[in-house]
Structure formats: C-alpha cells, structure tokens
C-alpha cells in the first residue's frame, strides 16, 4: 500500500513558527501503518519538534532503512531532502551525505531490527565516528513487517504473537551507546509527548551524534498459539486468493509520565506492563559511568529509564572537526577548490609511497 497526500486545507487560525510556517507545513503523507501504531506518534512529535525550532524544511535531510519504522520518514515534512537506503545501511549512507553537505540538519529513523541486528555494525561506528545527526530508533521489539518475529531487543521472557518466550538476552541501544561513547544519549516513550518533544529538540541541536531509543508500541500481533481464528491457523487452512491480513483497530497509547524520579506504568494493549522510571530532580546527564549505572539498575528491576540520561558538552570529536573538513558544503565548492590540479595531487600521492 502506497501513502497518499494530504488534503492541502488549512485552517486560518493555525499558529505559525518563525518563519511564518504552520505545522501542516511540516507533514508528509497520509500514513498507512497500523492504527495505533506508536510510530506515528514519534512522527507527531518530530513535527512540532522541527516546526518549534524552526528548522527550513528544505535544510534538513531525513534518512532510513528498512521496517515500519523506516516508513515514518514519508509522513513529515514532505518538502525535505531524504533518502531510503538498504536495510540496515542507513548510518554510512547519512555519514557520506553529511561529509558532503554539513549545512543540513540529519535525521536518521530506524526501528531496533535495522539497527540492533543487520545494521548494528553500522550503528557502532556512527557512534564512534561522532556523525553529526539525530539518530531515533522506533523500539517495539518485533520485526512488524515480517508478522512478529522477535527482534535483538525483546526482553527475555517475553511472547510473540504465536506464544512462544523469548530465551535470549537483549541488545540495549542506551546502554550500547553508553559504553561506545556517545555524547548525546535519552530514550522515551512514544505515548509522552511532553517529554519526547523537548528530548528531539534537543538531540538535533547537539553538535555530534544523538541517539534517542523511543520504546513505541506494536499493536499487530496480540493473537494467540491455539486459536481457530487466529491468523496463523486461517492460513493454514484456507486457500487465499491474493495474501491478505487483518489488523484490529487499536486506540493509540498515550500517558505522561509522573513526577522526576517517579515511575509510570502503562498497559499495552495484550495486557502487559511496562513501567518508565523519569530520571531524578538531581540527575547528572554529563557523568557517564551514572548515566550507565542507572540504566543498568532500572534493568534489573524490570524498568525502563526514561529521560535525557547522558550528553557530553563542547565534545571536540564530532566528525567534521576530527577529520578538519571545510566548512563550505561540498556541493558549493568551485571547480578549482574541488580539483586543485595535478601537481598538488602527485604531492599528495607522494605521502602515500
């Protein structure tokens, strides 16, 4: 199923940013995942985060993979550069767009499938490298696309939608990015828009590499092993003319988080819980070795930390500044910049013999 556009109607009343734009300026296509999908509301929080901030439309480049969450790119900000690359491939391809023109403000979206498995080895170096971009991975621990399997971040002992547990010990992106070193580390809840707003903002003003794991919700696979009705049994037992799947409609799942330092828990809709642990009122996001410490303890007690947990100030490694780039983007460079001609390049091979 392909996206399509949005009535252009605006109403006359809508409030407008500093650069005279209203946020259906900021939207993309019609979406056509799940209804209810915790995706979409990441997509309409980076609306009003991009619109907040007043970032030109034509000035950012959005980036992704493969998986539901790579579809979110399509339903915001339709006037923006973007580009959809081979699963799990979207760190390097973001990295060489942003070695060519720094003047861009880079998202990348990825789901924990396309960056916790296939592409966890391009996540790493993203990290290490200090790319200048907000990185937000769309968390629900199963890869939708495929009907349900378990992801590297399902939690051990929990069931997919044919019943079986999950044995194997989760990947954590937070505590991933901890230990690589990035400077700028936080994950939300989809459903918490007051708190997941101001985190995006943030991450796309860091100078570096910002990595935001918003836990959002898959609400497709909630039948059961056992069922006469259940997907899987039907299509054992029939014979489809075109494949074809049902997906019930779900309400979407949105609840604020309590005080600082307090812990929320929301049902999701097969009934389990997960609770969110909001860091404290004297939380220190700039030590790393606590930032690390407490998302580890919030593990152990089967919670989930929430917040702004770790960001690293003035940070000297970002990549542009590592590898002394120029500042002018690349594509605006003239010819004689570019090539400086052949007695400077045989120079330049000299220190290669």
């Known amino acids: 199923m392909t996206s399509i556009a949005k009535p252009p109607v605006k109403h006359p009343s809508l409030r407008k940013n500093g650069l005279g734009l209203t946020t259906r300026d900021y939207e993309g296509a019609m979406s056509t995942l799940c209804a209810g999908c915790g995706h979409d509301s990441v997509t309409a929080a980076l609306i009003t985060a991009f619109w907040e901030l007043d970032v030109p439309p034509h000035k950012a480049a959005k980036m992704s993979g493969i998986g539901c969450s790579s579809k979110t790119t399509a339903y915001f900000m339709k006037q923006s550069h973007g580009f959809n690359s081979v699963h799990g491939r979207m760190p390097s391809v973001t990295s060489g767009a942003n070695a060519a023109n720094r003047s861009l403000t880079y998202i990348g979206i990825s789901g924990d499938g396309d960056s916790l498995s296939i592409g966890l080895g391009q996540l790493c170096h993203a990290i290490r490298r200090n790319v200048q971009m907000l990185y937000v991975i769309e968390n629900n621990g199963v890869y ?210």
């Open 144 to 353: 939708g696309l495929t009907k349900g399997q378990f992801s590297a971040s399902a939690d051990v002992g929990s069931t997919a939608k044919r019943g079986e547990a999950n044995q194997m010990q989760p990947i954590d992106p937070v505590l991933l990015a901890l230990t690589l070193g990035a400077t700028f580390v936080a994950r939300s809840f989809s459903g918490d828009k007051a708190q997941l707003v101001p985190i995006l903002k943030a991450g796309l003003r860091h100078n570096g590499f910002a990595l935001i794991d918003v836990i959002s919700p898959c609400v497709s696979f909630n039948d059961h092993e056992g069922s006469t009705k259940s997907y899987k049994y039907t299509r054992e037992h029939e014979v489809e003319i075109a494949a074809a799947d049902f997906v019930p409609l779900r309400k979407e799942i949105s609840q604020e988080q309590g005080a600082a330092g307090g812990l929320t828990s929301v049902t999701m809709h097969d009934g389990s819980i997960v609770r969110f642990r909001k860091t404290a009122a004297d939380y220190n996001p700039t030590d790393r070795g606590a930032a690390y410490t407490h998302v580890k303890h919030c593990i152990d007690k089967g919670e989930v930390a929430t917040g702004l947990l770790f960001m690293e100030g003035g940070s000297q490694t970002e990549m542009h500044t590592l590898n002394k780039t120029v500042k002018t983007p690349l594509v605006d460079l003239a010819h004689k910049d570019l090539c400086p001609g052949n007695a400077q390049l045989q120079e330049l091979m000299g220190e290669y013999r």
